[in-house]
């Protein structure tokens, strides 16, 4: 039993490491609810801390009550084989124990509900940015209507100072399967589900980029469908919604890749806004190199994973619904050509 | 457990437990209520939601007259079963009789329901969120009719070969249980989809 | 005596082939050998399931793995979790259950023997047809197979647009047909022990064993039947073009999740509560004292039956309901802990001021006693929905929910393996080997389970077939696998002890253990009649009466 007790404190050990990566300077590529850079992220850590406190103290207590009887009350190797005292029970011992539970449950639901209320019925300031999340099998696309724009698998924001808040709000639907949006240190999780509107928000409160992705299983490739969002200052922003609205820059050196874009298949699913490319199966690819990675985060957005993407989608995603283009060489180098024009 | 416990058991009252054929059968409606209230829950979530028609108050009438044969048969299948156990099978023959032939008209009055739906209303499961869960719901309920009425024309064909006796009564009563049960569905259905969903 | 066994002649035994025996075991009736072939169904299924586990694990063991494609790796843990839970643990509860009841309630058999076959063929089927998918299940551009919408399968990701081919059929169907011999199942638990108790059996006299079956049971009823209902509307909508789930057409995703949930949490309950019973049991004869606070164990554990019906939503707490809804949820949630914890506190009352013996039995049930209250903390932090925002669908659920069902359905039942072997069969199992098997699997099952929580803190989904490398997960990975190989020690051990004391096991006697309840009181194994009379019962404990003739429980209780 010395071992169930060294065991209890490994877990606690554990835990307690898990827990200190919250003291961490910067934002780091760990994603973890324990560095909350944003109001809701925040009061769930406190909540959880909490609850976690709550619980840490119970299993202690308990723990050691099992331990000690253990011990204290083993077969001894001199034992006269007598039976022990044979109790039945106590009605005073069940009453304590039935009543010092239920104030913890219900000091624990006062606290969680609290929590509850603040973050989904906080109330949508003028200065919110709004954000329309529509989730893919398997990328996420992002339209920001006050602004006029449309992006995918990298969602932009501004940074939120505390003291004038401008958080992002974000309305979550679903064009196949159900998705789920997560990003710990921004908030908890909120799923993307067909013929259903729901609702989150974020104000993060540093700049920086944080990693996430899909949560709810949508798939074949739901393990890819990474997600990040870039917490830019308000500067950063502007110049980014501006360079984003515009259409797709028109350059005739690389026509013979437009014309290779617009000739096959591509614009079934694909838009390039200011062309007659208008899919909206897949990402939009206007500003295609505003992005660092393509195949929502599966690769890094370079000219040789362009290509080996366009050529063979399951390198990076075995089971992706893009299609294996089957172009030759040079129609493949001019179309990269011409993807890399759309910045 | 005494030594004498043969003396004993004469001299204490006698150990007397619920029959296992009824207790059965209740679990089995308990486990059947579950299924049918999940069916309820589906018709009553998506009642108003349909996207395109026919819609219920177009095409739907009151089955007054198959909803009185079929609780009717509740009546009759009551009568059936003291006749059985005072030992009177002529008279359990004729109300199980009349059970099987109301719960017939009843299944025979929704199958004409449905024709006139799908060939002449053009609703069926595929047609919307109205069609899918009517049908399933009042075919589910339908379909439990039916395996009473097979088993009702089973006990029809054993009595009238003269092969059931008083001491059949209590397994014709677990029956009877389960044909309140399907009944008893039907009230429920019938608030459900006639009034509730019109 | 009341029950000594007649010894019947076996002179024909040993000319009775193959063929005739196992003849024997597919038509019987017999609750006991009907319990032995649910136990051994299982038992192989479960080496299956882990079999899925482990290829699970070696692909997650570092980032970017190769051992297996995404589609087989969506499989296996599809399957994993459909195996383990439908072909492994609702079997083996059952197949104890068949066994121990009515031997324990003094009665010959079951209610209805030959519902109990069928049920246990039904399921059995279920299960060939659920593998059958290996090799059966094709369909369009090769996605056929096994299914790989994950155990759950959601809407609308189970219709015929996203899941081509009959895979997710097979799922449907197999599911759908055991569960059908889950409620043949409990509607014979349930007439059993209201109908069949021995004189003097009163309910409150029977075994908690029996009590909790019953309460199971109960919950089975209620139960399996919404899964059947949202299983038949699946197939409604991807064979006759019905709309319950197609959202296209109005329908509802999230409805499916009700529906699937309904029976989804109740499901849990009606796997942990038979383990309660085990431990339950083991508990006072290893303490040497009979159980702590008896009429509570049956109250709370019938309250847990009835709570456990108004939780379902805290599975769904990410769906986007309102705040209300999540509060009720977290409130009901939190409230069924409260029962729950009054048994850890009476098993451990138990425990207090008696004798403990550390038999491998005993030492499975502290274990249990110890897993189940960290598993019980981690659910109550998960039941704060944002906490569950947070960590809902991320590793450290995957840890809470393994934590129950290897910390605690899994300890329960190997305490429930080595306490009621020597009955079943007649031999005493070996303890050195038992305590090996205890020790390589606790290390490799907290080495494993622990340590997953931390991923999912940092971030880490489930259902996923890799993961990128630097998000911090890597080395939590590894370890957690490596856990995986001492688990698969321990459980080779328990098998290779099962065996070799089958074999050569020395005797065990009708009673090796001093225990008080009523299978102790036939052979070692029971006779197919069970007990030559049926035994007249006083008390809770009727061996103790025998026992202790002085010294009667009908005195105190």
Known sequence: MRVAGLAGLLVGGLLAAGLCYGAAADPSP?????????????????????????????????????????????????????????????????LAWTVIPGLIVLVLFLATARVIHAIQDAPRPESAVEVTVIGHQF?????????????????????????????????????????????????????????????????????GVYLGQCAQYCGVQHAKMLLRVYV??????????????????????????????????????????????DGLFGPDLTHLMSRETIASGAALNTRENLRLWIHDPDAFKPGSLMPAMNLNDQDLDALVAYLESLR | MHDTSIAAASAEPQWVLPSRGPVAMYSLILAE????????????????????????????????????????????????????????????????????????IFLFETGREWHYLIYEKGLTISTNLFGTTYYSLVGLHAFHVTVGLILLALGMIFTLLGKVRQEHAERAEVFSLYWHFVDAVWVVVFTVVYIVGR | MASESIALPRATESTRGITERLHEWVVTVDHKKIGLMYILYALVFLVIGGIEATIIRIQLIIPHNNFVSPQVFNRMMTMHGTTMIFFVAMPILFGFGNYLVPLMIGARDMAFPRLNAFSFWLMAFGGLLLYFSFIGGTGLYGAGSAPDVGWWAYAPLTSRAFSKGHSTDFWTLAVLVSGFGSIGTAVNFIATIISMRCPGMTLGKMPLLAWMNLVMAGLVLLAISPLTAAQAMLMLDRYVGAHFFDTQAGGSAAIWMHFFWIFGHPEVYVLIIPCFAFVSEIVPVFSRKPIFGYPVMVGATVAIGFVSMTVWAHHMFTIGMTSYANAFFTFSTMVVGIPTGIKIFNWIGTMWGGKILLKAPMLFCIAFIFQFLIAGLTGIMLAAAPFDWQLGNSYFVVAHFHYVIVGGILFALFGAFYYWFPKMSGRMYNEGLAKLHFWTFFIGFHLTFDLMHIPGMLGMPRRIYTYEPGRGWDFWNFLITIGVFFQIAGVLVFVANLGWSLWKGRTAGNDPWDAWTLEWATSSPPPDYNFASIPTVRSRRPLWDLKHPEDPDWKYE
């Open chain 1, 139 to 207: 990328w996420w696309e992002f339209r920001y209507p006050g602004l006029g724009v449309v992006t995918a698998n990298e969602l932009h924001v501004p940074v939120s100072d505390p003291a004038h808040p401008t958080p992002t709000f974000l309305t979550l639907l679903s064009a196949d399967t159900d998705h789920s949006f997560w990003i710990p240190e921004l908030n908890g999780k909120t799923d993307l589900i067909p013929n259903r509107i729901n609702h989150m928000w974020i104000d993060p409160h540093r700049e």
């Open chain 2, 33 to 104: 209520s579950a299924i049918f209230t999940i069916f309820v829950v589906a018709y009553l979530f998506y009642i108003g939601k349909n996207l395109t028609g026919p819609y219920p108050n177009d095409v739907l009438e009151l089955p007054i007259f198959a909803t009185i044969c079929l609780l009717s048969s509740s009546g009759t299948i009551h009568f059936a079963i003291p006749a059985l156990r005072r030992g009177n099978t002529r008279a359990f023959g004729t109300w199980w009789f009349a059970t099987l032939a109301l719960g017939s």
């Open chain 1, 30 to 94: 760990i994603p973890t609810m324990f560095r909350p850079e944003s109001t809701p992220a925040a009061s769930i850590h406190r909540l959880s801390l909490f609850v976690l406190a709550i619980s840490g103290i119970i299993f202690v207590c308990v723990f050691w009550l099992l331990v000690y009887s253990v011990v204290k009350f083993r077969k001894r190797s001199d034992d006269d084989g007598s039976e022990p005292p044979q109790v039945y029970g106590s009605n005073p011992l069940e």
């Open chain 1, 232 to 277: 830019d200052s308000r500067e950063d922003f502007e110049r980014w919604v501006e360079q984003e609205k515009k259409p797709a820059e028109r350059n005739d050196a690389v026509s013979a890749g437009r014309r290779v874009f617009e000739t096959t298949a591509c614009i079934n699913c694909h838009a390039v806004s200011g062309t007659v490319a």
